[in-house]
């Protein structure tokens, strides 16, 4: 009794471990490799899958998506011959999941080894400088190399990425230098030119600022001498609508003369010969009033007195 019960449980262990080997489940963006008897025979995709138990096996479970493998830093030599160390980064994607099994041992040692030896290719032809500065081209060679080499082994390169570029300790020392000095004289370009900028802005202010000047003072000369000969206008105007005759010429003559001297300057000035006339005609201005009185009664014209006569000075003598 009891020996029929042991062959029971283990017919039943046996059941269960046959279905456990039947139901294969796959998770999405995955895929199996199921072999029979060690041969391949097909490619389980994401879901529910039935395999015959204990003679199919699942070989490989493969990850469809998209992996990223950086790699570490690889020394390479520039035309130049200066040793640079680079490090990539290699954006990968499984579409074949058998040609990923069977085409190549490891996929990931054989993308690294691929990206080393065609990196020292495109490096090799290109100089320091250019390798530092050419990176977009770089990565677009070095992807169309690694697309097609492993298109038979069922990856897909997607992109390539250049993470680091690290020069020799010198190099980088004389590059920083070179990188100073050229920021410096950037500076002192751009100080210089700010200073003759600003000399030019000056000296156009200043020229604006004269040629304002020069036009205010030309219009204010011009203004008041339009000023000055409309007064001369206005009393030429005044005097000969008064009519004036030469009794008050003179008189006006004579109240000009004590102006003409004044001043702590003039050590020498000229009597013109017309004052003779000037004062004949206030005299006789002066008698003609005193005989509008007429008769015994007329008082007899009072005597101007004589006018000073100006002090002629003689001019020193040097």
């Known amino acids: 009794m009891s020996a029929i019960i042991i062959v ?3 017919l039943v262990v046996l059941v269960f471990i046959a279905l456990i080997k039947t139901i294969q489940v796959i998770p999405q963006a995955s895929a199996a490799i199921v072999e029979r008897f060690g041969r391949y025979t097909r490619t389980l995709n994401a879901g529910l899958n039935i395999v015959v138990p204990f003679i199919d096996s699942i070989r490989n479970r493969i990850d469809l998506r998209e992996q990223v493998v950086p790699f570490p830093p690889q020394p390479v030599i520039t035309q130049d011959n200066l040793v640079v160390n680079i490090d990539t980064v290699i954006y990968y994607q499984v579409t074949d999941a058998r040609a990923a099994t069977y085409e190549v041992a490891s996929y990931i040692q054989a993308i690294e080894q691929l990206t080393v030896t065609t990196l020292r290719n495109i490096i090799g032809g290109m100089d320091l400088e250019r390798t530092l500065t050419s990176r977009e081209e770089i990565n677009a060679a070095l992807r169309g190399v690694l697309d097609e080499a492993t298109g038979k082994w069922g990856i897909r390169v997607n ?16 590059m920083e230098k070179q990188m100073r000095a050229d920021r410096d004289k950037r500076a002192a370009i751009l100080t210089a030119e700010g200073i003759r900028q600003s000399q030019i802005l000056t000296a156009e202010g200043e020229k604006q600022s004269a040629i304002l000047r020069a036009e205010g003072e030309a219009k204010a000369a011009a203004l008041r001498a339009e000023g000055e000969a409309q007064a001369i206008r206005t009393v030429f105007e005044s005097i000969h609508a008064g009519d004036p005759d030469q009794k008050l010429l003179s008189y006006q003559y004579l109240q000009m003369l004590p102006k003409i001297a004044e001043g702590d300057a003039n050590k020498l ?32 014209p009072p005597v101007m007195p004589t006018p000073p006569q100006p002090r002629r000075e003689q001019p020193p003598i040097d």
């Open 8 to 10: 029971l449980i283990i």
């Open 159 to 174: 992109r390539v990425e250049l993470k680091a570029i690290e020069p020799p300790t010198s190099i980088q020392d004389s």
């Open 269 to 300: 000035w000229i009597v013109p010969s017309e004052i003779g006339d000037a004062l004949k005609g206030l005299s006789g201005a002066f008698g003609n009033f005193g005989g509008m009185g007429g008769g015994s009664d007329a008082k007899t």
